[in-house]
């Protein structure tokens, strides 16, 4: 504090002015009453703040995670109480598994109103709190730039995370002078003296290690550090599930995903590792594929790093935890270990050659093999592209037959929710603008979210959607055909015409049924320079890229 005398404000100008002192250049919103004081504040920034209007509250905040995944500062997303906070609920848990920074921003009722059950009142600290890692409410507008610095002061801290801020209304009104906090320099937790040495020690006793790669918040140097580390001592490099944009899947020492619909040969290599380096990765249920690659209850072939203690053998018990920020302990790992020789060469080439065989196009029955079609669309694409898929099966062809390559990125929701593709796609977009987005998305997904193309043209940005249709909830009915084989109900989709869907709005439709279709669809599609939908017709007989209805019918009733 200089004891400069400071202006009185309103909270509402106060909460934009926080937002600005913290850093933040991008805000995703869907309008409401209960923040139009905040909405008038952040008109007096908008040289500082791109505000983005959204049609939907979880296509907002969805927007907000990927800018907060891809930035490594808290998305921001604001919504309107009651109605608006439920349906952003969703992006907070998918913030939450996927340990991006977020904070999200609620109107709240006149506080003086407070359990009265008054129009669309929420608590939302008994609402979120299973959500979030932190939830407040101000009340007070003298409280503004404190308890706004500490939103992301937790957002951004350890395992980061969704915090989630409710505003009263009267609040926002009240005229107070405070001034602006700004972020709190805090140097990031680096690995204890004894730390590397002794990973060291147990790399030179492996025969068979494995370095597996996840978690959020890593920077250009890290992923330069570890990759350097790796390929220095001819480690074979998994990544988590939909983590693919940690590791360059060109190099050769690339080894696949660990994740729904994984190889089931690197699955059975990472199970014969003798060591697996962890780095970042909570190892959580889909990596660790049902928590099944190492045994519960006893001390595992482990080395994790995790900037969260509470999270290291959360699950599996290591050999050794280290408590680090990831870039600092990548940074100090490859500074502490020089390349040398190493034994397990053969081994690393074994388990690459598995990610070879698996990458493999199968000849698929019919005129699209969508395996090759994107294969060939890899080639076609530029360097830096940033992809996003939602859940579903369709988000296996790519994440098994494309590469993501070291300048790309992937953003994928690790707690599989529908409808994360395109909103996070656009998020993207706005966020890098110039950069190529592929969103990958299924029939059923891009109906939930789909009318946030509307956001794309709003905003200026042309991301191109694939949609994956085969006219069904596919993976439910992967899973419907397993245990009640033949049986199909609740599964089955009427769709529209996807490309004119898009073309209703302005932009750019393609239709694709064959394989030599794909590449000159995206070609015309980029060449339009608008936001375009590629619709990719797939037969629902072809349910996963590994096997078809018939088959799945045929192994269930045989069992």
Not at 258 to 282: H, M, N, Y
Not at 289 to 311: N, R
Not at 331 to 338: D, H, M, S
Not at 352 to 380: H, I, M, T, W
Request: charged letters at 20%; hydrophobic letters at 40%; proline letters at 7%.
């Amino acid at each position: 504090m200089d004891g400069t005398k400071v202006a009185g404000r309103t909270g509402g100008q106060l909460l934009a002015d926080a937002l600005v002192a913290q850093g933040v250049t991008h805000a995703f919103h869907v309008p409401g009453e209960s923040f139009l004081d905040l909405l008038d504040g952040l008109y007096n920034v908008q040289n500082r703040i791109e505000l983005t209007t959204c049609r939907f509250e979880a296509g907002a905040v969805h927007m907000a995670e990927a800018h907060g995944k891809l930035t490594g500062n808290p998305g921001v997303a604001i919504v309107t109480r009651g109605p608006g906070a439920c349906h952003a609920s969703i992006g907070v848990h998918v913030a939450m598994q996927d340990s991006t920074p977020l904070v999200l921003i609620v109107g709240q009722i006149p506080f003086a109103e407070t359990d009265r059950d008054t129009f669309q009142e929420v608590d939302y600290r008994r609402m979120f709190s299973p959500l979030a890692k932190w939830v407040t409410q101000i009340d007070d507008a003298r409280r503004v730039p404190e308890l706004m610095a500490r939103a992301f002061d937790v957002a951004r801290s350890g395992r980061p995370g969704p915090v989630v801020v409710a505003i009263s209304e009267e609040m926002q009104k009240q005229v107070v002078e405070v001034q602006d906090i700004g972020p709190a320099p805090t140097l990031p937790a680096f690995p204890a003296p004894h730390a590397i040495p002794r990973l060291l020690e147990l790399l030179d006793g492996a025969k068979q290690p494995v370095l597996v790669l996840g978690g959020t918040g890593w920077s250009d140097e890290g992923k330069a550090a570890i990759r350097d580390f790796a390929l220095a001592h001819d480690l074979p490099v998994a990544v988590g599930f939909r983590r693919l944009g940690l590791f360059d899947g060109t190099s050769p020492n690339f080894a696949g995903d660990l994740g729904v619909g994984s190889d089931p040969g690197l699955v059975a290599r990472v199970k014969e590792s003798d060591l697996v380096i962890a780095v970042g990765t909570r190892l959580g249920e889909a990596t660790s594929q049902g928590y099944t690659l190492f045994p519960e209850g006893q001390t595992s072939p482990i080395v994790q790093v995790h900037p969260d203690p509470a999270e290291i053998g959360r699950v599996f018990r290591p050999l050794l935890g280290i408590t680090a920020d990831l870039n600092g302990f990548a940074v100090a790992l490859k500074a502490a270990a020089p390349a040398k020789p190493r034994p397990w060469g053969e081994w690393t080439r074994r388990v690459r050659a598995g990610r070879e065989a698996s990458v493999a196009a199968p000849d698929y029955e019919g005129p699209l093999n969508f395996a090759r079609a994107l294969q060939a669309l890899e080639k076609e694409l530029p360097e830096d592209t940033i992809f996003t898929v939602d859940a579903g099966n369709f988000a296996t062809w790519p994440q098994r037959f494309m590469s993501v390559r070291e300048k790309q990125e992937f953003l994928g929701p690790t707690n599989g929710a529908m409808g994360y593709s395109v909103p996070s796609g656009i998020g993207a977009a706005i966020t890098y603008r110039g950069r190529q987005v592929i969103s990958f998305v299924g029939d059923g997904g891009f109906l939930m979210t789909g009318q946030e193309i509307a956001t794309a043209f709003q905003s200026e940005v042309a991301p191109i959607v694939i949609v994956v249709n085969n006219g069904q909830y596919g993976t439910i009915r992967m899973y419907q055909e397993r245990h009640y084989p033949g049986r199909v109900s609740g599964t089955m989709l009427k769709n529209p015409d996807f490309s004119r869907f898009v073309e209703a709005f302005g932009g750019h439709g393609e239709v694709v049924t064959a394989t030599d279709e794909l590449v000159p669809a995206y070609q015309r599609a980029r060449a339009s320079g608008r936001p375009a939908v590629i619709e990719v017709r797939m037969s629902p007989e072809q349910i996963t890229n590994r096997q078809t209805v018939t088959q799945i019918r045929a192994a269930a009733t045989k069992a």
